[in-house]
């Protein structure tokens, strides 16, 4: 995630910034742009960059501190590029925040490799949506969770995993080494652009050779996978052992990880770390390019592993858990490069 910079005071700024702390400034980040602006009133709820430029009005969620995304004058719609997603939402206003901070990270990466993601009114049969699902209480008592998942563009998010206790009580319960409502999004997601760039772009027989026969019985891969777990020396294979169910699930976990590591190392060449160690050489990484802006995988993939190694030594010395406990065998970097290339745009 990129460092911004406040244009009035030349403070800092980050991502998720409402206010400039050094100046008060008001903050909006433009998805045409892609900056995140200092801003002045003109009125009628309008608002103009200081440097200069189009002028915007805030998403109507910046109403209940939700959003602080802007939407270009002229837009016809309420709600910024992210928003208008958006079908069912929480009542929980804190669940609902947190969700957006998530999916506001989501639609960075989409933005920053100009992915498609028509909603609803562009497509009405397959656009992208959200409906933050809600647990429920049947009259009888009976407890009903709800579901996390994707059907031909609805993404279903539980709502409920926005709470740290509760997705940490599933992720416990679930043997998973990493849970996040980030992961979620980007893991959900991965089902829609599969969708969108291999079954509807032509793909398919490409993305077989790399990831397996899709037309594999789902339901049946669902079953096994719960009733037998993953397939022996599933590592060297799958990025994760949720991937090794069902080709379409390895995709989306596939790309899920391009995003993870491509948005962290863009969050590395801002703060210029570089790391080098003295007892193994071997063990260097400088990220002094932009990783959204690299075709290569090969060498994003050269800059994390040394990194996630350091970053995972931090958090143990914390006595947290690994941050990044996967491993990028050859397949799985081969899986990686195939997603990489993908949506950067590039043949496949």
Not at 74 to 82: I, K, L
Not at 286 to 309: C, Q
Request: charged share 25%.
């Amino acid at each position: 995630m990129k460092l911004f910079t406040c244009a009035q005071c030349g403070n800092t700024l980050f991502f998720h910034n409402r206010a400039c702390v050094s100046c008060g400034a008001r903050l909006g980040f433009s998805p045409n742009s892609r900056d995140l602006h200092a801003l002045t009133p003109e009125g009628d709820d309008r608002w103009q960059p200081v440097s200069g430029g189009e002028t915007y009005r805030f998403c109507a969620n910046a109403a209940t501190d939700v959003c602080n995304w802007l939407v270009p004058e002229g837009d016809g719609s309420a709600y910024c590029r992210a928003c208008r997603h958006n079908r069912l939402i929480p009542n929980d206003l804190d669940q609902f925040r947190r969700i957006i901070d998530a999916q506001h990270r989501l639609f960075y990466a989409f933005l920053k490799w100009d992915l498609p993601a028509p909603d609803r009114n562009e497509d009405p049969d397959s656009g992208l949506v959200f409906d933050y699902l809600e647990d429920a209480q049947a009259p009888d008592g009976t407890f009903h969770s709800a579901m996390t998942g994707h059907d031909e563009g609805v993404i279903s998010i539980r709502a409920a995993e926005a709470d740290d206790a509760v997705r940490e009580s599933v992720r416990s319960q679930m043997g998973e080494p990493y849970r996040t409502l980030l992961g979620h999004f980007r893991h959900e997601c991965g089902h829609f652009i599969w969708n969108r760039l291999v079954r509807d772009a032509g793909k398919l027989a490409a993305c077989r050779v790399v990831f397996g026969d899709d037309e594999a019985d789902y339901q049946a891969s669902i079953e096994r996978h719960y009733a037998e777990g993953p397939p022996p020396f599933w590592a060297d294979s799958y990025i994760s052992a949720y991937a090794s169910m069902h080709p379409w699930e390895d995709f989306a976990e596939t790309f899920a990880h391009v995003l993870h590591i491509t948005d962290a190392l863009e969050t590395a060449h801002y703060y210029g770390m570089t790391i080098k160690t003295k007892a193994d050489e071997g063990v260097a990484a400088e990220v002094d390019f932009k990783p959204y802006r690299v075709t290569d995988f090969d060498r994003l993939a050269e800059a994390w592993v040394p990194l996630s190694l350091a970053i995972n030594s931090i958090h143990t010395a914390m006595g947290e858990r690994p941050l990044y406990p996967f491993i990028l065998t050859p397949t799985v970097r081969n899986k990686l490069t195939f997603v990489h290339r993908l949506i950067t745009n590039q043949a496949v």
